[in-house]
């Protein structure tokens, strides 16, 4: 009975509405808090994936989908994670403008069936702005294990908007609903009230507390328990040792451990040492070049292909055979920590850290996305309340967090050496903690308070976990692929025109004075582009035999503190804006280099005592 | 009955949430709709290293400086 427009199945970042239109005749906005199943719910209404999470923060890009139903055409919008329509952090504020500016015939408010109660008053702003309102009781079926009953009858009563239970990842109730959007005429839309931060009349404290009160006499009579505790009391002996005071330092190193070992290890050294060697080296890269001599005769052409900086023998070599396995190890992990629902937890374990440099334990959650990928995290840092906040994990992440691809190859460079790679972990983790202590005293502004709804802990879903790594997976693909193009083709005209040799030799100055060799320098340009592409430079000059344990050591320390990428640098100017992007560039490349420098000078001095 | 703070109760005690002390209108809001507010009963879960409450069917990390201008009153549960 569903069915998808082909054309257009993930549209719509920014959606303003009209543009996108072809014959839509309904418009429906999912709106609702974090971790309610909203996504889940969107891709069971039409088939496109969402990310689906067990944290907030990860539908921080508008996604729409269509579908027709009884031959009439809705267009579905799903929004960021908000608890009300007084936006408290960045990606509220997104999901509140594409609430209304896209002004839809329609607002399905999802909650979760467990916490009506803590919803409702959401639900009543909704209304009172002058929206259409469907109710969505969603995650029925937990709501049942816990013993809660809902009387959806009464509750539409009292409501007089249609209230509809669904279990979004079983598809249960996603017909009715579907019939219900489209049965829906646009005729009879009111005009919307405006809802801004000044309007105390609808946003004040006491109409807050007012709703809730409303809320609870609403819940005691439709909603009623009872006690089922089998299930849960299992989950709570889990949750007290994840948590416990002695128990839970052990945890999260075993978890970090994990990590390492699958990102670390067998991304970065067994699947890279593979690809790289087998399959590209052995295979791949012979017979591309075999072809590509025989087809095109001009040198210059067979440069740009397959030279040492070819976009066929280098450009993708490194995307495929050394960032794709890392990545791909990294989101996989990351996707079994979000989805267990060990994320929020180690947000709260780390928060007293994290208090330190002026961030909350909120802030977790960016940082270690960030050792995946800083482009996606710095996106990410949209979930931070304060621009205080928002501010110092951006920094953080531009210097001192290096990325997964950048991270293995450097560890795996370093493996032989133990003693190195924890030297590598302390320096980078020193700059990491004394730049954000410092910035913390030097920006004005309050320390944030931490305060994080902890989703129940899950079984992960193995079908849901492989779906959002690929989709992660593909996202970066999108990302990196046409750069590392363009880098091969950028460095081809470069080496025609004569100019990629004048900048390698400026480049070759400071990178001298770190007593590396010259061919450093292209490693260093390359890390201009991207740091991982960087790394991957330095892993080339290993293989090739050029440089000594000790300046793999400098140059893996500078690289990683180099800002991460063109991608990431371009996500900055777009959510902190350029004049902080300039900065931030400006202290961060003359810094890398004189850490570097000291690493150097220390090992220099320390060989001639 | 004594006021308290809930950064003074014990482990596993279930109080209810008597007043928000919190001058910030904005913080205020924020933490009356993740659902603290007075009237609210609340469990300790957790009290290192942040609090971790149990509201209705949620779990609610919060910080040591929070939870001291939360003020609660002990049920009777938590006085047995």
């Known amino acids: ?609 | 009955m004594t006021n308290k703070n809930l950064t003074q109760i014990r482990k596993g005690e279930t109080v209810i949430i008597s007043a928000l002390a919190l001058s910030d209108d904005e913080l205020l809001s924020k933490v009356i709709t993740l659902g603290l507010l007075p009237g609210s009963t609340v469990e300790l879960i957790q009290d290192k290293p942040v609090l971790v409450l149990k509201l209705d069917e949620t779990m609610i990390a919060i910080d040591k400086q929070l939870a001291k201008s939360i003020t609660v009153t002990s049920t009777i549960e938590g006085h047995a």
């Open chain 1, 1 to 609: 009975m569903l069915k998808e427009c082909g054309n257009c199945k993930t549209s719509c970042i920014n959606s303003t509405g009209k543009d996108i239109d072809h014959q839509t005749r309904v418009k429906a906005v999912l709106v609702g808090a974090p971790n309610v199943g909203k996504s889940a719910l969107f891709s069971a209404l039409t088939g496109v994936y969402a990310t689906i999470s067990n944290y907030p923060g990860t539908t921080v890009e508008i996604v729409s989908g269509k579908i027709s139903v009884a031959g009439r055409i809705v267009e579905i919008i799903d929004t960021p994670g908000m608890y009300s329509l007084s936006p408290i952090t960045e990606e509220e504020r997104v999901a509140k403008e594409v609430l209304f500016t896209s002004n839809p015939d329609l607002v399905v408010h999802v909650v979760d069936s467990k916490n009506l109660k803590r919803s409702l008053p959401f639900t009543f702003q909704l209304i009172e702005a002058g929206f259409n309102i469907v109710l969505v009781l969603n995650m029925a079926d937990e709501a049942e294990r816990s013993g809660i009953t809902i009387s959806v009858p009464d509750l539409e009563n009292v409501l007089s908007i249609p209230v509809l239970q669904t279990v979004a990842t079983k598809e249960k109730g996603i017909a009715e609903l579907a019939n219900l959007l489209g049965k829906e005429s646009s005729k009879t839309k009111l005009p919307l009230k405006p809802f801004s931060k000044s309007d105390l009349s609808l946003n004040s404290v006491e109409h807050l507390v007012e709703k809730h009160k409303v809320a609870s006499t609403i819940c005691l009579n439709i909603v009623s328990k009872t006690k089922k505790d089998g299930v849960k009391s299992r989950r709570e002996q889990i949750e007290k040792v994840l948590l416990n005071s002695i128990t839970a330092l052990p945890i999260l190193i075993l978890v970090m451990f994990a990590f390492y070992q699958v990102v670390g290890v067998f991304g970065a050294q067994v699947l890279v040492n593979w690809l790289e060697v087998s399959l590209f080296r052995e295979t791949v890269n012979p017979t591309v070049t075999e072809i590509v001599t025989r087809l095109v005769p001009w040198v210059t052409i067979q440069d740009l292909l397959i030279s040492d900086y070819g976009i066929l023998t280098l450009g993708f070599r490194y995307a495929i055979a050394i960032v794709l396995p890392i990545v791909g190890c990294f989101f996989l992990f990351f996707s079994l920590l979000e989805d267990s629902g060990y994320l929020p937890r180690m947000a709260l374990l780390l928060d007293s850290l994290f208090k330190k440099i002026g961030l909350s334990g909120r802030s977790v959650i960016p940082i270690v996305l960030g050792f995946g990928c800083a482009t996606m995290a710095t996106l990410v840092t949209r979930t931070l309340e304060t621009k205080r906040e928002r501010l110092i994990a951006t920094f953080l992440l531009a210097l001192a967090i290096p990325c997964s691809a950048q991270l293995g190859v450097i560890l795996g460079l370093l493996s032989s050496s133990p003693l190195l790679v924890l030297l590598f972990v302390l320096i980078i983790g020193s700059v990491f903690f004394s730049a954000g202590f410092l910035l913390s005293r030097l920006l004005p502004g309050k320390q944030p308070l931490f305060y994080l709804e902890l989703p129940p802990l899950r079984v992960p879903s193995l079908k849901n976990i492989f779906k959002k790594t690929s989709l992660r997976v593909w996202w970066y693909l999108k990302e990196i692929l046409p750069i590392f193009i363009l880098a091969s083709v950028i460095i081809w005209i470069g080496q025609i025109s004569g100019l990629f040799n004048v900048i390698v030799k400026i480049i070759a100055h400071p990178v001298a004075l770190l007593g590396l060799p010259k061919e450093a320098a292209t490693a260093f340009f390359f890390g201009f582009f991207r740091r991982d592409f960087g790394a991957a430079g330095l892993y080339d000059l290993v293989q090739k035999g050029v440089i000594s344990e000790v300046s793999l050591f400098v140059a893996s320390v500078t690289l990683a503190l180099f800002m991460p990428c063109v991608a990431q640098l371009s996500m900055t100017i777009k959510e902190r804006g350029a004049k902080t992007a300039v900065i931030m560039a400006a202290f961060i490349f003359p810094f890398a280099f004189l850490v570097g420098w000291v690493t150097h000078m220390t090992f220099v001095l320390g060989s001639l005592l």
